[in-house]
């Protein structure tokens, strides 16, 4: 089972020009083959079969924790392609912009007409992520020939998708996914090699575009994220020292096991978009309901939760009117 | 982002008989349009996608809570697979009566071909599950109402899969698993009351069985997990509770809200089937790298994950290989 | 059974300047998850399977009948989406604008190239409607649950093309077929109130938008479309009444049965698109022919059929090259 | 738009053993690429898109009244495969046979787990019908060509489930839409030949089998069902008789225009099927609020509704308690 | 079998300005119900399946060798598709038209991000081909029914994309195409002549519109190319003959068989495309191990395979750096 | 362009008893995501869209020419299905057997009822062959990366196909894929560490049993089909001899190039099935018209073709017929 944290796994900008151009665009990192969709599903599967646990544990531990960590991933290009859609402030709640490119442009209609400016299991072409992309065979070494080949295809569509889109929330998630997707690259390369003496640490990088080279990835290399596997669990999964270990292909720097998440960062509130009904075409009236609910179950006057703006717009108006 | 813990949400019986014609049936509970992927991805989306989530924080919550619960719902329903696809022994490491079953009887062929006796990401016919299953239209109203929907179906389908199969694994997930989303029928039926006036409490049960008839329910609603919304995180979506209280509409029981996620338990760990190589066609070659590993990794003599089952059968042997 | 009536259920514009970008997104409307195709294969199907009719008449009749004018739906959006794919007159047979927006703009390839710039199965991905998009449980309240959730999916996505949309013809479908929505939402609301005591009518309206504040709603609230049912039968499913009565939830006013089907208006005789070969690139061909085995079968010199327009451009040159 | 008569093209035996296995087999003539609901659908877009219809009436009038009667088709599909999947008595509300057959067989998992015992726009392999099975061309010579072979095909399949089914809902339905799409295929080959001269009739039988060699055809051949074509419309679609004459392909008799719709023959009443929630787990209650409701309407004591058999067991037992 | 030879059936040209927008739509060519994998699947899949081929070798034999044809057509597709993909000099490896195209316009995503700038296996849509589009019923007549109708849609498909797109290469792959496809649909209705009488040569040409009005198909008329069939085979299929003989149906003039493939052309190397990774982000790397390993190999000094244009940017100046 | 040989690239036995549940697991070779129809079609797009071919031409060679070698796969899966749907005599044209066996078993509907006892693009659960199988990302190690991952899978569902079946055919078929699969396995892992100098060698056997252990793989290692690289083309692709050279990773024999096709086997003549209408219900009127046509066209008394058995079961009876 997992316990969820509300915050991000990396900073994402707040919203500013939307760009629904470049929101269909992110969507293949999301439901596409080789987007964050595949690789979340493809390693929880992969540990929900692993036989032998205890036999094999380095490995089910390897497997099943990267795996959390690319719920975290889902959740990021979720941010980003939100972020994409929206207009820039809640004063005006229905951005002009937004709306006239989602309705006009050669963009991904369902952006509009299903998801309500919001992310989909879709990808770039709009067909929806599907169960076959999945390979989870039980034959370990296959299944991590697969996954190495999975990031491989991955980091490939990041790139595609950087050089496809320059909107700021695009290029930080670009940035920051190539170089985790790379970690987990690595990380597959050195299982197999563990398990059969290949010296896979050869093929990197792949494609031929070391990380160092792309702006939005430095921050993350200079605090190492280019290295580092986190361990997303209170207890489990800490054996993946047993695997995760050695020089990293590209820079010859150690690899390292961090025993806990990243401390990450809280996610912007994102405004209504009363045009498409987000959360509501009259959004006070779901604010007013929530204010009295939250009161009547004792709960303090400020949200309980933490966003990364003020995300307070509507309630404070709201506020004025209970009192 | 989110911590995994590797306990199943409740326990689960060991392998016994395989039952392939039973794990087939049971795939409608993981890729089928109403099975646990849909839950886990309908709420996850919605959660990622919910605009203003100051304003409207006990909502947002309560859908981001639920989902973290369902991502224990597909771990549960893939266990109950891989143990009605399992022999009862790791001794006996090819056995005949599951290989027949999968390999002759009318059930899911990628079972046998492309999940290694394991869970897939698909439904009863072998269909692969799609994120066009997914609804997230943004307006919280209409959301919550295909949620209150979804949970009556996905109610549907667990009766019909707990009477077509009887094997020990079947009943006892469909048994909670009936329990479990009884209450997130509740909780949404409830966030509806709230919004809106309606008094949805009058549509229970849907269908027309009460849990309290099924007996595999009983053990949970001794318990009380008919009532109990468990908070599955460290520190956040404390404002569920101004959504989740009142009578249960079945019971007129009071709901609660658990500060905790459930203490579960741990899993089996399932033997190899070496006939689909899972792990591998020569288990033992893995245990004896991964023994190496650990050692050389400075971990402990024993694996350090938590099993319910012994699970050292091959483990024993390659020591005493290695000693 | 079915009779056909050469007729639609509401009037509609004749050809204006053609708008192939809003064409595609009305596909939404034909073949999406909430679009037409399904409202009227869910309710299809339900009647088909509809066990212990004369026990729960009164039901089977509401779903059958409902079923029936969904039919007339279909039609209407296939009308409005090809008159949105054709020029505004048959003396231009290839009407370069709807040519070059076809061709060129980012739209569905498929009305050009499959199409013949008419209507299909699709929606405004360009993904085809699905059977799996039917639901029919055969559990009454689960199906009636299930309808109400789907016309309000039906209702957010007309209104969401209503705004993407200024075409004449677009603006005309949606407003009709909002209101005709909004009937079957309350009449399936009823239903579930008869059967359970909820009071589903506090969920109006859902999205929070009354339909009185739509213009190209209101040439229909007049005339009290919103609160009528038509029996679209000469003899049958009389029974709906015993079901659809009482107060509209937004208006108050009382719903009404009347007995027959609506009178509707004929549909416009759309000119050839020869570019596209429709009916032929060499249409005058066929109108031949078919005077000639309209004469041969001993029909009227005029042909039989009343539509909107005069429609008889190609026919009087023919006539005339025939005498 | 249409106007729907309670009535069955056909008469269908009332359920006897039931026959999951045949039903699952029968599916393929409903959702098919060459079942019925594609002939429904080919036709009725065909006809929404028919450009100048004055011009080309007769051509027009053929394809629209076509297209009416295949929706009396998906209509006796869904008898027969609802026939097949019902125990013989409404006294045994549990009847084990269907129960089992549908539980534990190799056939439709969806029969039970989605269907509720009922029809599913699927194929024989339970993959939905998709729109893409539509083919639209506008092209009227193109349109027909693709008619004519999509009869073919249909004919084909009708024999193949002819000889995989002995179920006597089975045979009487293959029996008697072979007759009916034999029609069919000799109405477009006329057409085409009216159009372009090409003697089609020489392709007659295909498949290499005489309908009259098929003992479940002879009933329709006595009454000549081989060689009419009905007019399903009060006032429209008058012009086929321009097309539909001539000498039959096979007999040499000649081919006949029906001025109205056939009598046909009322549906059984098919008995609740309690283990699957259909219409209920518990039915009695729906008769019961069902009896109330038309009471409170001032409908009769009976219901209004016409079935082949009694159907009032269930009535019955209600109406001793309600009094 | 099949041996495959390095050249094209007909001459491409070179690449001149991108065209994204066009090569989307001529996707519908390749992966489209009526492309080239549609052609060449059908008929390989027909071959294959085809019983008693002794019995009814000349039909057999027909198939089968237009079958060999098709896999020429699916090439160039693909030659055109990419050639409209790619800048014009391979001395400007990153083509900013093309890139931007690609990246802004409203095209094919897939193109850029999942094909590098190649072609793939979809229709205009994006949508993947499928399995499914395969007819391979068994009955000699019925699949040459349905192989005339397929090379029915084919021609529309292909007059339509004509229509679409102005790029050279898709003019010279349409002018081409058009006039094997005609020579295909007139074997097929051979075939089905000489099996049942019937005089399909007056349904010729559908849609209306001869070849001889298509400038881009003049070439090929002129050398008589629309009335020959190729044996694509050293020493089988020479029963063609028996099949494909008599007047054109369109010119009258006698069909031909021609005992050996058609001489065709090299192929263009087309230039890399660094941006896209194609062959490589770094390709004067790949082209350095590639001449390394040629002389390894004992290999002459200049590449064996014949081109249309020189191709050796690259490889001189790495011939440069290597000496 | 290719040119293609009438005959199988190895011999499989004629028919036996009909196996319709091994020839439904047959059809993952076929059309699953690892079946050959993935093979062929990856490789195939991979060589059309290959960029800078002179510069890297052994690697282009390489690909191009396996693809061609694939092309043989998917006739052999289709020859070993086919075989396996037959009776075992043309004297009993409706095996009893095969009818009752695909019309009533646990097996692929389609089968009997789309493919007239014949191979689909279909894979073992009945499910089309998809576009979206292929990886043609451009980036030539990226796709070798795949292309090994694309043959490790293939190996795994061959083993796994090979396990299920027993039927002769099957095994024939699968023994010698193995064996062929193994090469190209190889092929593409030397590509790779002449690209990048990664050891891949030592990644075999995956899975982990050697071909050596498979009995029907022995008259294969005979012959030393292990180790050969058969060249697919009269004049082109002759670098290929450059990366496929050095010793087997299993056997440490030398790699070989083979400068020609393989010499392979005539197929056999599968006998009609009329049942099915397979090639008619009626085959002996084929027959006698194609021994007509042969006759006009100045053929040789006897068929052209060669087949493994006689084949003329009801050629004798027709000519006796004619004489």
Redesign the interface.
Known sequence: ?????????TELPPPSDPDP?GA??VQ?LM???FGE?STL?NY??QS??????????????LI??I???E??H??LV??AI?TMLTGAS?DDQAPKAA?EGA????V???H???????????D?????????Y?????????DL??N??LE??AR??K???Y??CDHPAARALTGYLLVRGGVHQVAYARA?E??????????FP????PTAKIPECQPFLKTGEDRKLYR????????I???F?GPHPETGEELIVVDE??E?AP?N?????P?????????E???E??QK??L????PNE???V?AND?????GK?KNKLT
């Open positions: 089972m997992i316990l969820r944290i509300d915050r991000l796994q151009e269909a665009k293949e439901g596409g083959r969709m599903m929880t599967f929900f079969n692993f036989r032998h646990r205890q036999g094999a544990r380095p490995f089910y531990d099943a924790n795996a959390a960590e719920y975290g889902i959740e979720a941010a939100n809640d709306l309705r006009n442009a050669a991904n209609p369902h509009f007409i299903a998801g309500g400016l919001g992310a989909l299991p879709q770039s072409r709009g067909m929806p992520w599907t169960g076959d999945v390979f989870s065979s039980g034959d370990l070494i296959e020939t697969h190495f080949f491989t295809g490939n569509n790139l595609k998708v050089e496809m197999l563990n398990l059969t003496g290949a010296n896979l640490m050869k093929l792949s494609p031929r575009i997303f669990s209170p207890n489990d999964y800490r054996e020292i047993a695997v270990n998440a990243p990450g996610p509130d994102l405004p209504p978009q045009a498409v009904f987000a959360p509501s075409a009259a959004p009236e779901i604010v309901i929530a609910l939250r009547a179950a004792g709960l949200p309980t939760g966003v995300g307070s717009g509507l309630i709201v």
